[in-house]
Nanobody, 124 residues
Framework: QVQLVESGGGLVQAGASLRLSCEAS????????MGWFRQAPGKEREFVAA????????NYADSVKGRFTISKDNAKSTVYLQMSSLKPEDTAVYYC?????????????????WGQGPQVTVSS
């Protein structure tokens, strides 16, 4: 089982930037595909971004494309989500997820392990 510890959430104003980090342990990080999901109050958990095990391929939800960037540092066993031009509708709990597969999965069921989910709040 992979353990995921996230950091970097907080309260920011619209238009600001924020970077989330997710450090993994308990498995060979370079073999893991990683993803970020989010869940706003009263809504379903939704896909945000994913990266394949090599870190060469990425996929984004249309709502964040061009504003968010996912990256993977195998040396630090850490995946990042750089968020720019934040909007109030980006407000949610953000979850890091790890998959033993190799693809950049968009469905939550493809992931085996989940982080605790830091809160990101964007004020208008």
């Amino acid at each position: 089982q992979v353990q995921l510890v996230e950091s970097g959430g907080g309260l920011v104003q619209a238009g600001a930037s924020l970077r989330l980090s997710c450090e993994a342990s308990g498995s060979t990080f370079s073999n893991l595909a990683m993803g970020w999901f989010r869940q706003a109050p009263g809504k379903e958990r939704e896909f945000v971004a994913a990266i394949n095990w090599r870190g060469a391929w990425t996929n984004y939800a249309d709502s964040v494309k061009g504003r968010f960037t996912i990256s993977k540092d195998n040396a630090k066993s850490t995946v990042y989500l750089q968020m720019s031009s934040l909007k109030p509708e980006d407000t949610a709990v953000y979850y890091c997820a790890a998959s033993s597969g190799t693809y950049y999965y968009t469905q939550a069921k493809a992931y085996d392990s989940w982080g605790q989910g830091p809160q990101v709040t964007v004020s208008s």
